[in-house]
T-cell receptor, first 110, second 111 residues
Framework: GENVEQHPSTLSVQEGDSAVIKCTYSDSASNYFPWYKQELGKRPQLIID?????GEKKDQRIAVTLNKTAKHFSLHITETQPEDSAVYFC?????????FGAGTTVTVRA | DTAVSQTPKYLVTQMGNDKSIKCEQN?????MYWYKQDSKKFLKIMFS???????INETVPNRFSPKSPDKAHLNLHINSLELGDSAVYFC??????????FGDGTRLSIL
């Protein structure tokens, strides 16, 4: 089955700096890669996603890149703000099944 | 209007009891899912139904039994609860090839 690895497990950044989270996946059949943000005590919420026929996607301060050959994808957050502090999960999907990374706890220091 | 709603939000019960969690979605999605999020925050798929048909059944103890009376509802029944069942259980729904939308979760605590 699909195995998704996510790094780093924790990330502390100064407000205004950038944050980068990296994921790798194992199943070449994966064709959809969403990123979820989960604040403490809340549900995971989709923040951006990318499909396997696209190499890069951007939405305001958030961007995701995908390298299908290397089987890795990354989340980039620019100009971080305190409200970006949360746990971020990457995921990879084969058919209906979504496999999640272990999560990255991002702390933005004011 | 909550798109994916779960009840109850909190469930505190004794070891050995049987309990159910209910999920309903009003998004018109064909597929619904149950996830377990443990204390280390790891999110793992347990089950998925597509139009009332079980399509994902991960390695889960058979004390866990999902039921989908219609495509808008997916319930999870747990028999003989154990300490290790303590977790947050999330329901989600989606259309095929579209993003999954999560409910607010049910925090299950076993005493």
């Amino acid at each position: 089955g699909e195995n998704v690895e996510q790094h780093p497990s924790t990330l502390s950044v100064q407000e205004g700096d950038s944050a980068v989270i990296k994921c790798t996946y194992s199943d070449s059949a994966s064709n959809y890669f969403p990123w979820y943000k989960q604040e403490l005590g809340k549900r995971p919420q989709l923040i951006i996603d990318i499909r396997s026929n696209v190499g890069e996607k951007k939405d305001q301060r958030i961007a995701v890149t995908l390298n299908k050959t290397a089987k890795h994808f990354s989340l980039h957050i620019t100009e971080t703000q305190p409200e970006d502090s949360a746990v971020y999960f990457c995921a990879a999907r084969v058919d209906y099944k979504l496999s999640f990374g272990a999560g990255t706890t991002v702390t933005v220091r004011a | 209007d909550t798109a994916v709603s779960q009840t109850p939000k909190y469930l505190v019960t004794q070891m050995g009891n049987d309990k159910s969690i209910k999920c309903e979605q009003n998004l018109g999605h064909d597929t619904m899912y149950w996830y377990k999020q443990d204390s280390k925050k790891f999110l793992k798929i347990m089950f998925s139904y597509n139009n009332k048909e079980l399509i994902i059944n991960e390695t889960v103890p058979n004390r866990f039994s999902p039921k989908s009376p219609d495509k808008a509802h997916l319930n999870l029944h747990i028999n003989s609860l154990e300490l290790g069942d303590s977790a947050v259980y999330f329901c989600a729904s989606s259309q095929f090839n579209q993003p999954q939308h999560f409910g607010d979760g049910t925090r299950l605590s076993i005493l």
